[in-house]
């Protein structure tokens, strides 16, 4: 069996920066690791791990150090971006959709419409088609109730517009909207 510590030695010095080298702070042996524990393979690892803590700090840290801020910024600004105008999840819209439905009051959605503000602010805008022998008091309860639970099962859903208009009226203005004369 070889003794780590004879091959030590036979590492060559590299420069890397300013009057440093590579392997100049690595202490010959690696006893510091723990050679009682694990021996002379435990003795090599720690050789490794102080190769790769000098290469780190000699050549890795300044570049790093320096442009991790700005890089950092950049990603937070971009994914913003990428989030910010972009529709809800399936899962969200399809959630939504089932609250609305399960309204007695609801005859008809009539168009549904999401858009992220931020990570977790999404405004949501629906148009609804009601029962006509309702009086306006119950339509109001009925919207606020519809609100209130959407708010309460999706929390990233900070605004939500409810536009009460006839499934055939909606259907013209989207008629026309589509073929301007």
């Not at 890397?16 to 510091?32: I, K, S």
């Amino acid at each position: 069996m070889h003794d780590a510590n004879e091959h030590v030695g036979d590492l060559k010095p590299v420069a890397v920066g300013e009057n440093r080298q590579l392997f100049d702070h690595v202490p010959h042996g690696a006893d510091h690791v723990g050679r009682g524990l694990f021996g002379p393979s435990n003795e090599i690892t720690g050789i490794v791990v102080e190769t790769f803590d000098a290469m780190e700090q000699a050549v890795f840290r300044p570049l790093c150090v320096d442009h991790l801020a700005g890089v950092a910024v950049f990603l937070t600004l971009e994914t913003k971006s990428l989030i910010i105008g972009e529709a809800a999840s399936e899962a969200v819209i399809e959630g939504v959709h089932e609250i609305a439905d399960s309204s007695e009051a609801v005859v008809a959605i009539n168009e549904l419409r999401t858009m992220h503000m931020g990570p977790m602010d999404v405004l949501l805008t629906l148009s609804l088609d009601v029962k006509d022998n309702l009086s306006g008091g119950v339509v109001e309860q009925e919207i606020y109730a519809i609100e209130k639970q959407i708010k309460q099962e999706f929390p990233e859903i900070q605004r939500v517009f409810i536009e009460v208009q006839s499934a055939a009226d909606h259907a013209q203005e989207a008629w026309a909207a589509q073929n301007p004369i």
